[in-house]
């Protein structure tokens, strides 16, 4: 017989309500996921400067240099398709805490590396947690946006990445030349900050719904949902063309400085990827009034353009010519990407997302790892000049085929008459989005 007992009837509700676990507010919980996937982006590029230190200290070669570098993006890789679409079935929380702790771990494996053996291994644990956590951390940052500003948290997961691109790279150079013991410095630093990111992350609400199917999510595969595909396979020149380019950087630039320019300086060597990836973070605030299509295209164009300076500043040895050209690619950079993960986002459902921002990191880490690792394995028989140049060339080309598909999906959008023209989908679906919230995958908290 039910309980008509009112005093009893309060007791049981003070009990569920204490039961219930506290979570950070979603207006906190979004800005620190932002800065979390800030963080593996600033971890990503913090080697960078430090290459041509390792070298030096350890006598390595240039292909074994690349090896260091691409290791990570392809350790990456494997892992985005082991648990790319995981967080769509256990949540995005325990995903993103198990990355953190192992990023924690690869930070001290930098630190403890004593020969290039070492420093490998630290580039594949770092790997395999940037890969568990990048689609996931994505899609968490997108969910976790104000309801009214879900494009706001679609760019974000676009301009960090970038941003911590830049200042990674930027501070380690900084270190490298002002400080005596720059690994320590910087590595100490880093795992310090992803320890305590994990512990924040504890109480992180949960932005999807756990459903079934999470060993069977395991098995490598990549999924793209429908309403996506087209703008997807338009946008896979472009996708290459961004992601390759940062490899060349990444991978190579620091050695262009000291072979081709003949600079040995740990904030230049820096400042090669800062500026790309500076300029590449705010080219979404600068273009963000041009509609996603036409940005692509202007993207597109700005990386040919800075490519085609590029060649001629290592034809000239003009390193001004190269941060211009630098520059100019960087704002191609960001402002593709962004458009175009802009484009992609709002045609997923909230279940579908992690796998979709899987494949879309699939394609950029394959664009950023092989073709450097390819060119790293190049420099001796071909010499460095040769090699990059080669390599920028086929860029060019790339993005070149990357403008026309574009623009001919822009052409033949504007012939159509007026009433029949395909608005923006990105643009169309966010707003019904907006309008009447899905109650598909409610929060978890």
């Given at each position: 017989?039910?309980?008509?007992?009112?005093?009893?009837?309060?007791?049981?509700?003070?009990?569920?309500?204490?039961?219930?676990?506290?979570?950070?507010?979603?207006?906190?919980?979004?800005?620190?996921?932002a800065?979390?996937?800030?963080?593996?982006?600033?971890?990503?590029?913090?080697?960078?400067?430090?290459?041509?230190?390792?070298?030096?200290?350890?006598?390595?070669?240039?292909?074994?240099?690349?090896?260091?570098?691409?290791i990570?993006?392809?350790?990456?890789?494997?892992?985005?398709?082991?648990?790319?679409?995981?967080?769509?079935?256990?949540?995005?929380?325990?995903?993103?805490?198990?990355?953190?702790?192992?990023?924690?771990?690869?930070?001290?494996?930098?630190?403890?590396?004593?020969d290039?053996?070492?420093?490998?291994?630290?580039?594949i644990?770092?790997?395999?947690?940037?890969g568990?956590?990048?689609?996931?951390?994505?899609?968490?940052?997108?969910?976790?946006?104000?309801?009214?500003?879900?494009?706001?948290?679609?760019?974000?997961?676009?301009?960090?990445?970038?941003?911590?691109?830049?200042?990674?790279?930027?501070?380690?150079?900084?270190?490298?030349?002002?400080?005596?013991?720059?690994?320590?410095?910087?590595?100490?630093?880093?795992?310090?900050?992803f320890?305590?990111?994990?512990?924040?992350?504890?109480?992180?609400?949960?932005?999807?719904?756990?459903?079934?199917?999470?060993?069977?999510?395991?098995?490598?595969?990549?999924?793209?949902?429908?309403?996506?595909?087209?703008?997807?396979?338009?946008?896979?020149?472009?996708?290459?063309a961004?992601?390759?380019?940062?490899?060349?950087?990444?991978?190579?630039a620091?050695?262009?400085?000291?072979?081709?320019?003949?600079?040995d300086?740990?904030?230049?060597?820096?400042?090669?990827?800062a500026?790309?990836s500076?300029?590449?973070?705010?080219?979404?605030?600068?273009?963000?009034?041009?509609?996603?299509?036409?940005?692509?295209?202007?993207?597109?164009?700005?990386?040919?353009?800075?490519?085609?300076?590029?060649?001629?500043?290592?034809?000239?040895?003009?390193?001004?010519l190269?941060?211009?050209?630098?520059?100019?690619a960087?704002?191609?950079?960001?402002?593709?990407?962004?458009?175009?993960?802009?484009t992609?986002?709002?045609?997923?459902?909230?279940?579908?997302?992690?796998?979709?921002?899987?494949?879309?990191?699939?394609?950029?880490?394959?664009?950023?790892?092989?073709?450097?690792?390819?060119?790293?394995?190049?420099?001796?028989?071909?010499?460095?000049?040769?090699?990059?140049?080669?390599?920028?060339?086929?860029?060019?080309?790339?993005?070149?085929?990357?403008i026309?598909?574009?623009?001919?999906?822009?052409?033949?959008?504007?012939?159509?008459?007026?009433?029949?023209?395909?608005?923006?989908?990105?643009?169309?679906?966010?707003?019904?989005?907006?309008?009447?919230?899905?109650?598909?995958?409610?929060?978890?908290?």
């Open positions: 017989m039910p309980s008509s007992c009112p005093e009893l009837a309060v007791a049981t509700a003070d009990v569920a309500a204490h039961s219930k676990p506290w979570r950070l507010p979603a207006a906190v919980g979004f800005p620190l996921l800065a979390v996937l800030f963080a593996f982006f600033f971890a990503a590029a913090a080697p960078t400067p430090l290459f041509v230190v390792f070298q030096h200290a350890w006598g390595f070669s240039a292909s074994m240099l690349t090896v260091a570098f691409a990570y993006a392809i350790a990456l890789l494997i892992s985005l398709l082991v648990a790319g679409s995981l967080s769509d079935h256990i949540g995005r929380r325990p995903v993103v805490l198990a990355a953190l702790v192992l990023q924690a771990v690869a930070m001290g494996l930098f630190v403890l590396a004593e290039i053996a070492g420093l490998i291994v630290a580039r644990v770092q790997g395999v947690a940037t568990i956590a990048s689609g996931a951390l994505s899609a968490a940052v997108v969910e976790a946006a104000p309801a009214s500003r879900k494009r706001l948290g679609a760019m974000i997961t676009s301009v960090s990445p970038l941003a911590g691109l830049a200042v990674g790279a930027l501070l380690t150079g900084m270190a490298v030349k002002f400080t005596a013991q720059p690994v320590m410095l910087v590595f100490g630093v880093l795992a310090v900050v320890a305590v990111g994990a512990a924040v992350v504890l109480w992180m609400p949960e932005t999807v719904t756990p459903r079934a199917g999470a060993l069977a999510s395991l098995v490598p595969r990549v999924s793209i949902p429908a309403r996506a595909r087209a703008d997807f396979v338009r946008g896979l020149p472009v996708f290459i961004v992601w390759a380019l940062g490899g060349l950087y990444l991978s190579l620091p050695s262009l400085m000291l072979h081709v320019f003949h600079i300086n740990g904030v230049v060597n820096g400042l090669t990827v500026v790309l500076g300029f590449g973070a705010l080219a979404p605030t600068l273009l963000g009034r041009f509609p996603a299509p036409r940005t692509v295209v202007f993207g597109a164009a700005s990386i040919a353009v800075g490519l085609v300076l590029l060649l001629a500043s290592l034809a000239t040895k003009s390193l001004a190269f941060f211009v050209g630098t520059a100019i960087g704002l191609g950079f960001g402002g593709a990407f962004s458009a175009l993960v802009q992609l986002a709002p045609l997923a459902d909230s279940h579908e997302r992690g796998e979709l921002f899987a494949a879309i990191f699939v394609v950029c880490y394959l664009a950023f790892s092989l073709p450097a690792m390819l060119a790293g394995f190049l420099v001796k028989p071909l010499g460095l000049l040769n090699t990059v140049e080669g390599y920028a060339a086929v860029l060019l080309l790339i993005a070149a085929f990357g026309w598909r574009q623009w001919a999906a822009l052409r033949s959008n504007a012939r159509r008459p007026v009433g029949q023209r395909v608005a923006p989908r990105a643009e169309s679906i966010a707003r019904a989005a907006s309008a009447k919230p899905t109650p598909r995958s409610p929060a978890v908290t």
